[in-house]
């Protein structure tokens, strides 16, 4: 989905190679064929909820129907450090999930977490432990290995879902939904439906935390950072829960140490509380 339209290229090959008009696609879609044509030509892109069946009718993967790679020739650009003995972020808890937990201790809200992007399982084991049902997300299949691994010797329960954020249809209600540096991997086009994705599928009185990469002109781009992670700007996250309560916003730079060089990073995160009521 780039200014160069190789999306649209894409779903036309695709399209041709499988031998559909624009016409027949349109029908399985349930649009017009205007709409089709508009998406081969680059002059509009399709709904989110749309790409799931657009990928299956044309054979391919959502992940490579959005960036022309496939899950198996690329899943995540962490595989090579997941694959090693040692846990690359660690095994504490985030500063973030802790608090995610202060401040559900005792309130009437469930403990139905989705965790997007859960890396090797740092805060998806933290969350079981604390008596969260977990579902964590993930892309790379040695995470889900270390998460696998971690949660049997830490005797806790997590459903691991071995799949990629973009395109992956949220189907149940959750309680939280939370990311812990995940989301830059949402190009630009795809944020605000994938925002409005996770508010809808959160449960009346539950929570979205997330923590996100925000670009400064002063701090050098990180050294293990990937050519598929997208920056977001300041103040970003407070705009997608505007409509929401917000208990936590803020703003830092922290040191890091991912790649094993010394280096910074600016970040932004919330905690936003979905009010209303059911029905």
């Given at each position: 989905?780039?200014n160069d339209?190789?999306?649209?290229?894409?779903?036309?090959?695709?399209?041709?190679?499988?031998?559909?008009?624009?016409?027949?696609?349109?029908?399985?879609?349930?649009?017009?064929?205007?709409?089709?044509?508009?998406?081969?030509?680059?002059?509009?892109l399709?709904?989110?909820?749309?790409?799931?069946?657009?990928?299956?009718?044309?054979?391919?993967?959502?992940?490579?129907?959005?960036?022309?790679?496939?899950?198996?020739d690329?899943?995540?650009?962490?595989?090579?450090?997941?694959?090693?003995?040692?846990?690359?972020?660690?095994?504490?808890?985030?500063?973030?999930?802790?608090?995610?937990?202060?401040?559900?201790?005792?309130s009437?809200?469930?403990?139905?977490?989705?965790?997007?992007?859960?890396?090797?399982?740092?805060?998806?084991?933290?969350?079981?432990?604390?008596?969260?049902?977990?579902?964590?997300?993930?892309?790379?299949?040695?995470?889900?290995?270390?998460i696998?691994?971690?949660?049997?010797?830490?005797?806790?329960?997590?459903?691991?879902?071995?799949?990629?954020?973009?395109?992956?249809?949220?189907?149940?209600?959750?309680?939280?939904?939370?990311?812990?540096?995940?989301?830059?991997?949402?190009?630009?086009?795809?944020?605000?439906?994938?925002?409005?994705?996770?508010?809808?599928?959160?449960?009346?009185?539950?929570?979205?935390?997330?923590?996100?990469?925000?670009?400064?002109?002063?701090?050098?781009?990180?050294?293990?950072?990937?050519?598929?992670?997208?920056?977001?700007?300041?103040?970003?996250?407070?705009?997608?829960?505007?409509?929401w309560?917000?208990?936590?916003?803020?703003?830092?730079?922290?040191d890091?140490?991912?790649?094993?060089?010394p280096?910074?990073h600016?970040?932004?995160?919330?905690?936003?509380?979905?009010?209303?009521?059911?029905?």
């Open positions: 989905m780039a339209n190789r999306f649209g290229h894409r779903v036309a090959l695709l399209r041709k190679d499988k031998g559909y008009t624009q016409e027949q696609i349109s029908l399985i879609l349930n649009v017009t064929p205007q709409a089709v044509s508009k998406w081969e030509k680059g002059s509009a399709p709904d989110i909820g749309l790409l799931p069946l657009l990928a299956t009718t044309l054979g391919v993967s959502v992940d490579h129907l959005l960036t022309g790679d496939r899950l198996t690329k899943i995540s650009p962490y595989d090579g450090e997941y694959k090693k003995e040692d846990y690359y972020w660690g095994l504490q808890p985030s500063w973030l999930a802790e608090q995610i937990v202060e401040i559900l201790e005792g009437q809200v469930g403990k139905r977490l989705l965790d997007i992007g859960s890396g090797e399982g740092r805060d998806a084991i933290y969350f079981a432990n604390c008596g969260f049902e977990v579902t964590a997300l993930e892309r790379s299949m040695p995470g889900t290995e270390k696998r691994q971690y949660s049997n010797r830490a005797g806790c329960t997590v459903n691991i879902v071995h799949a990629n954020m973009i395109g992956y249809e949220l189907t149940d209600l959750y309680d939280v939904i939370y990311s812990m540096g995940s989301l830059q991997f949402l190009p630009l086009e795809l944020r605000h439906s994938h925002f409005e994705k996770y508010k809808r599928q959160t449960k009346p009185g539950g929570l979205n935390a997330h923590l996100i990469f925000v670009e400064k002109p002063f701090i050098r781009t990180a050294p293990d950072w990937d050519k598929d992670e997208f920056f977001y700007l300041s103040g970003d996250l407070a705009r997608y829960y505007y409509d309560e917000i208990l936590l916003c803020g703003e830092q730079i922290i890091c140490n991912s790649s094993g060089i280096h910074q600016a970040v932004n995160y919330i905690i936003a509380k979905k009010i209303g009521v059911e029905g």
